[in-house]
Nanobody, 124 residues
Framework: QVQLVESGGGSVQAGGSLRLSCAAS????????MAWFRQAPGKEREGVAS????????YYADSVKGRFTISQDNAKNTVYLQMDSLNPEDTAMYYC?????????????????WGQGTQVTVSS
């Protein structure tokens, strides 16, 4: 059974940075696509970034391209999301996801294992 535990969320001012972490167990980042999704109040959950098992391929939503960076440490089975130049539109609950039972698609990969989420709030 896949377990994903996110950490690193918080409150920052516009222009600031945060680094989210996702510790995975039961599924390794070296054999599964991993991703970050986010969901703002009243909105659908949307894909933010994904990374291939090898780490050589990454994909980003247009809204975060150039500001967010996804990475992984396979030795620690941990995926990261470095978020820079944050703006209030980035405020949302951020979820780590692993490729698995199909729930939501992002860049051609279906993700279905979810963490509990970590809140990111950006104030203007």
């Amino acid at each position: 059974q896949v377990q994903l535990v996110e950490s690193g969320g918080g409150s920052v001012q516009a222009g600031g940075s945060l680094r989210l972490s996702c510790a995975a167990s039961g599924a390794t980042s070296s054999s599964n696509w991993m991703a970050w999704f986010r969901q703002a109040p009243g909105k659908e959950r949307e894909g933010v970034a994904s990374i291939s098992p090898s780490g050589r391929a990454t994909y980003y939503a247009d809204s975060v391209k150039g500001r967010f960076t996804i990475s992984q440490d396979n030795a620690k089975n941990t995926v990261y999301l470095q978020m820079d130049s944050l703006n209030p539109e980035d405020t949302a609950m951020y979820y780590c996801a692993a490729q698995g039972p199909c729930d939501r698609w992002f860049w051609g990969v279906c993700f279905g294992s979810w963490g509990q989420g970590t809140q990111v709030t950006v104030s203007s």
